[in-house]
């Protein structure tokens, strides 16, 4: 009994190796060179000149957080006639336009100005880009709101770094996921000018590098990730993150939502991957990039995951005890768990000029408990995204969770059918 259960254990070692090669030892290295350079990076001061801002934001259907969104940058601490306002709505069918009003009247220190463009969101945002003069331009979301100081930091970190042609801020809604994804994460891929993709909610140009591109492409669901690739490998250019520079949007309303959105999100990466596969990426750039590297080995994981989820109850079978099994389930909840804990104590630094952000935060710090979990649902809706996008057609709203059981149903009742047919056909 003995000796199985140290053969059983020896197996899930094995497996082991896996997460403690590419997530465990990777996050202890950027662990220590994310605090260095919190330690010895420099406050910026404002520019003696500031630049005028183009703040785009694309509307559908916004009449319950457009005016928030507005109000945010009436509360901005950026000098108001230094902002040009582009409202660009896609089609709405309900009192956007009317919101915009009230807005407009509130808040007359505002330049805005109201746009349409009912050809989706990518269509919008072009739209505005044409019509849009400054030196820089800064898209954001309708169903959210910035930070007063967020405008000030996103100037700070163009006027210190000439050679940025491109940056995303942190986005808050879904707020401990997006803390570790945003303050460790993205500050994680910025040190190593690896940022994969730039934020569609928050994102910020330099209008020189914006006309030099073939603008937002509206053959994909991901035109934030299409942008960056553009940036990246067609004009040479360097893409970076603002970690001071806040966005509150939205949270979902829903584990339905979530299904649906993190889909879209997965097949909109694999749509713009495949397309510069085709022009300037290959497999074979494994080792020399990051976007390719990054792409196999996260698959690779988050795979591995769902087999982890389900491989208790075939183990079970195999005649794996429950005592090993178990004690193995409880050694991954605790790497993980450890990661987790390495990335709030990173989120918690970032946090430091954000003094209410940060007691929130640790009035909430136990919910990293339950983080691998709700980690876990989301690579299964991955894989799921990942499977559909090889076989259904790719659509901006998708399908909910609801809907694609009533079509997996329809699927297993006309096997069954079938089955029952070719057996009394035997017969």
């Known amino acids: 009994m003995f000796d199985q259960t ?14 403690v090669i590419f997530e465990e030892i990777p ?43 507005l109000k945010s940058l009436a509360d901005s601490d950026y000098p108001k006639n230094l902002l040009g306002i582009f409202v660009v709505d896609n089609g709405s069918k309900d009192d956007t336009f009317q919101v915009f009003a009230k807005a407009q009247t509130d808040y007359p220190q505002l330049l805005m100005r109201w746009l349409t463009s009912p ?18 331009i800064i898209n954001i979301d309708s169903d959210g709101r910035l930070d007063k100081h967020a405008l000030n930091n996103i100037v700070k970190k163009f006027s210190a770094n000439p050679n940025i042609d491109a940056l995303t801020g942190t986005i808050l809604n879904e707020y401990f996921e997006y803390c570790q994804t ?41 035109e934030d990730t299409d942008m960056t690739f553009q940036i990246r490998y067609n004009l040479k250019g360097t893409i970076s993150f603002c970690d001071d520079a806040i966005f509150y949007s939205e949270p979902i309303s829903g584990f339905s939502e979530l299904y649906t959105q993190r889909q879209r999100w997965q097949r909109g990466e694999l749509e713009v991957i ?9 497999w074979k750039q494994f080792f020399s990039n990051f976007q390719i590297r990054r792409l196999i080995i996260d698959h690779t994981v988050t795979f591995l995951k769902i087999i982890w989820m389900f491989a208790i109850f075939i183990l079970l079978g195999f005649g794996y005890s429950w005592i090993s099994l178990l ?38 710090i136990w919910m990293i408990f339950l983080l691998l979990f709700y980690n876990l649902l989301c690579s299964f809706i991955r894989c799921v995204g990942i499977i559909n996008a090889s076989t259904t057609t790719t659509t901006w709203q998708g399908i909910n969770i609801i809907q694609e059981g009533q079509q997996v149903n329809q699927i297993i009742k006309k096997d069954i059918r079938q089955l029952l047919k070719r057996k009394n056909y035997d017969d």
Request: glycine share 4%; hydrophobic share 40%; with cysteine.
């Open 182 to 222: 945003f303050l460790a994460g993205r500050n994680i891929e910025n040190n190593s000018n690896h940022i994969f993709t730039l934020s569609g909610a928050f994102s910020a140009f330099k209008r020189e590098t914006l006309i030099r591109t073939y603008l937002y492409s509206t053959d994909t669901i991901s």
């Open 119 to 136: 050809h989706g969101k990518s269509s919008a945002l072009n739209a505005a880009i044409y019509k849009a003069r400054s030196q820089y």
């Open 274 to 282: 495949n397309k510069y596969l085709s022009q300037v990426l290959s």
């Open 6 to 19: 140290v053969l059983q254990m020896g197996f899930w070692a094995t497996w082991l190796l896996i997460p």
């Open 327 to 364: 004690f193995s389930y409880a050694v991954i909840y605790l790497l993980y768990l450890f990661l987790e804990i390495s990335s709030s104590i990173c989120v918690y630094i970032y946090l430091g000029s954000f003094p209410e952000e940060r007691k929130f935060y640790l009035k909430n």
């Open 27 to 69: 996050m202890i290295i950027n662990f220590i060179r994310l605090l260095h350079h919190h330690k010895i990076r420099k406050k910026t001061p404002l520019p003696d000149f500031l630049p005028v801002l183009s703040i785009i934001i694309p509307t559908y259907n916004s009449s319950k957080t457009l005016y928030r969104c």
